[in-house]
């Protein structure tokens, strides 16, 4: 237990941050591979919850047996660390109840959170966690929300209590425990908007995603347990000036990282003199580490893999001996940087039209990532923090190529290539008004496109005239139809050709319908369409007979 007069509380970084914010992946289109991936980073964040339980439970007993030694001196701060302990594992069983609700809503009763199937589902988040049949009660998201800031609000006013005083340990807290909403920078492309933090962690987020993020949060519960009951034991006897016991600890603040960023931490000893300055020896993969006078450090990681950190403090006793404090080994890994890239509409890009993409890296702001086409093509940022893709030349394949700038270096993090094709042919239609009811049984005209068959004369002496769409698609393309042709057969089987420049019936069309009886057929064929990539295309006819 790390103790002292006036103990330096290190920074305290979201562990797994790099790992647990891929909002890259939140696109439509995440692949199985990536979601497998999230698997991994929550059985890993699982192991460390169960490490951070494992190492406070015995802190929990360190403390107790000081105070069945010293009920007078340790009897308050043992009965503040009773109530931190059953506020800690309320808060995490709150979080495991989410994620088996989660997991239920998702899979059925038979879910299971740590053997997810719908795990590229991104509106379970939205419907389990943020929607509320009343408007006027808080929803799931809501009440986790305010469990979070109930328990940061304990740890700063019961156990900090002097913010000023312990200010490194306060800040440490309040950003492991942040719920603030997140307001874009100054200067962004959305300037002013903000997003609550229930919604960064629910909302168009996969379930399969969801879940280590939770798993992130009770992390940061555990982590701020551990330095609270650390600083509640320290604080006991403080004004003391004799002291009989010391212990090493080694903080790191991540335990996952991206390569080519750095491991920082803090090698401490507890209940150190003040008139005394202790010697660190701090070593990573057997490599030694420049540590300053507070004991921080700071290590580039140019290389993915585990890493280990050991080493021990010297201090120099009373009797002028140099006494050696060993802190137990630490491990953490390194990742590689990756781009996620990904039409959020089709597989490939149209050329000629506008194509939206969703582009990010995981765990770097999007105001840092620069996304470009090979050819040089059209890349238009939005305002919603998406792109707008526009190919030049179809058939032919084209790559995006995605840098991120890094602790201000801009590197390469992926390339991604794309299939270039051609706007697919639109099918022709003859459009006339239809009567329909909307939902409050009023009577209402909508467009009805015919495409072949037979059909009324009224409404074809109605009709709009012809018109071209792509049929089953939800790509919103706008086709303007420059010509047709009608053509007509008398009682002897002679052809009779009437054309339109445009996509109206002319006067002669609606003379040559008005004279065929029922049963009589024509074709409107030689229909050219112009799309929004400039080619003009042919389209099959449409045959009609008089119903």
């Known amino acids: ?56 439970k ?98 700063l006013e019961e156990i900090v209590v002097d913010e000023n005083k312990f200010s490194d340990l306060a800040d440490a ?36 995603a969801i879940m280590p993020l939770l798993t992130k949060v009770q992390s940061d519960i555990r982590n701020t347990e551990a330095m609270a009951i650390a600083h509640l034991f320290g604080q006991v006897g403080a004004a003391d000036f004799s002291v009989n016991k010391f212990e090493a600890r080694l903080i790191i603040d ?3 990282l991206i390569k080519g960023s750095s491991q920082t931490g803090m090698a401490l000893l507890g209940a150190v003199d003040s008139t005394k300055r202790p010697t660190y020896e701090v070593f990573v993969n057997n490599n030694p580490v420049s540590v300053d006078k507070h004991g921080a450090f700071t290590y580039p990681t140019n290389t993915s893999g585990k890493y280990e950190i050991t080493g021990s403090i010297l201090l120099e006793g009373e009797d002028g001996e140099i006494n050696k404090y060993t802190f137990p080994a630490q491990s ?75 602790d201000g270096n801009t590197q390469e993090v992926g390339r991604y290539p794309f299939r270039v094709k051609a706007l697919p042919p639109p099918t022709a239609f003859v459009q006339y008004p239809k009567e329909a009811k909307n939902a409050s049984g009023k ?38 139809v420059k010509s047709f042709e009608m053509v007509f057969y008398d009682t002897m089987g002679n052809a009779k050709t009437y054309k339109s420049t445009g996509s109206k019936f002319t006067n002669d069309q609606v003379r040559q319908i008005k004279d065929l009886s029922r049963g009589k057929q024509f074709f409107i064929s030689n229909v050219r369409a112009v799309g929004p990539d400039g080619i003009e295309k042919r389209l099959p006819p449409i045959d009609v007979t008089i119903n």
Request: with cysteine.
């Open 173 to 208: 807290i309040k950003k492991s425990l942040n719920t603030d909403d997140v307001k874009a920078e100054k200067g962004s492309h959305d300037e002013g908007s903000v997003k609550h933090w229930e919604n960064t962690i629910f909302e168009n987020i996969p379930v399969g």
């Open 254 to 256: 991540s335990k996952y």
């Open 1 to 56: 237990m790390s103790g002292g007069n006036c103990p330096e509380t290190p920074r305290q970084k979201m562990i797994g941050m790099m790992y647990l914010f891929l909002t890259a992946m939140l696109a439509v289109n995440v692949s199985s591979t990536v979601l497998e991936g999230f698997i991994l980073v929550d059985k890993s964040l699982q192991t460390n919850n169960e490490i951070f339980a494992k190492n406070n």
């Open 443 to 480: 009577t209402i005209i909508l467009p009805e496109n015919f495409q072949s068959g037979r059909l009324k004369k009224r409404d074809l002496l109605d009709a709009y005239g012809v018109v071209a769409e792509l049929l089953d698609s939800d790509f919103e393309v706008k086709y303007i």
């Open 332 to 406: 953490f890994e390194v990742g590689e940087l990756n781009a996620t890239v990904s039409a959020t509409k089709m597989n490939v890009l149209y050329a000629g039209v506008e194509n939206p993409m969703s582009i990010s890296v995981p765990g770097i702001a999007s105001n840092s990532v620069t996304p470009r086409l090979s050819d040089g093509s059209s890349l238009m940022l939005q305002s919603d923090g998406s792109y707008i893709a526009k190919p030049k030349t179809p058939g032919k394949d084209i790559e995006m190529i995605v840098t991120a700038t890094i």
């Open 58 to 155: 015995a802190a929990y007993s360190h403390f107790e047996l000081e105070w069945n030694e010293n009920k007078q001196k340790y009897d308050e701060a043992w009965q503040i660390a009773l109530d931190l302990q059953k506020r800690a594992n309320t808060m995490c069983a709150s979080i495991d109840s989410a994620k088996w609700f989660l997991a239920r809503k998702a899979d059925g009763e038979e879910g299971d959170p740590n053997h997810l199937k719908a795990m590229d589902n991104v509106d379970i988040g939205y419907s389990a966690m943020l929607y509320t049949v009343d408007p006027k009660k808080p929803s799931r998201g809501d009440l986790l929300k305010s469990e979070i800031k109930e328990y940061r609000r304990f740890l």
